[in-house]
């Protein structure tokens, strides 16, 4: 079962929420989204307000959207690429258990990534005030900011962990 909301069937303005067992999610050009699967990966774009979307044995993607984020996984990976805030507040808190964490050109200030068992990926420019807190267990945290980055850095690795830098 495949899921499709298009722009075109729902208003800009509306939220939606979605529910598969087994199956897909794709959900385009709506305010706020809502979505759930058990077995199945949901891939979200054009989200103005919010999104609240969660997945087990599968695998969450969203993109070119704005507002406030929050994305778990329990068996899969969490891309989210092109993400900016509309208020100060809104923030992204991703999770996952046994997946990996790529964040990409993410703009809100204030932002969480959680994995368990897997690599967190950040690329783009950081918020000016933000602030962003990373947390692996069994993986790697991998930050690839532009040359003229300016933050403070508060890390702790376990004892067999290393802090790389260039």
Do not use: C
């Amino acid at each position: 079962v495949i899921h499709h909301l298009e722009h075109g069937m729902s208003p800009k303005d509306a939220t939606v929420q979605v529910q598969t067992r087994d199956g897909d999610i794709y959900i385009t050009g709506v305010a706020g989204a809502y979505a759930g699967s058990q077995n199945g990966d949901i891939a979200i774009e054009r989200a103005s307000k919010f999104v609240e979307a969660g997945v087990v044995g599968g695998s969450i993607s969203l993109k070119d959207s704005t507002g406030r984020i929050n994305l778990s996984s329990a068996g899969g990976g969490v891309d989210v690429h092109n993400v900016r805030p509309v208020t100060p507040d809104d923030s992204i808190d991703v999770g996952t258990v046994s997946g990996d964490i790529q964040l990409e050109h993410v703009t809100n200030k204030k932002l969480a990534a959680k994995t368990v068992n897997g690599t967190i990926t950040m690329t783009g420019a950081l918020a000016k005030t933000g602030q962003y807190g990373f947390t692996t267990m069994g993986g790697d945290v991998i930050l690839s900011m532009p040359r003229d980055a300016s933050f403070t850095l508060n890390a702790r690795v376990s004892e067999q962990g290393d802090i790389v830098s260039d």
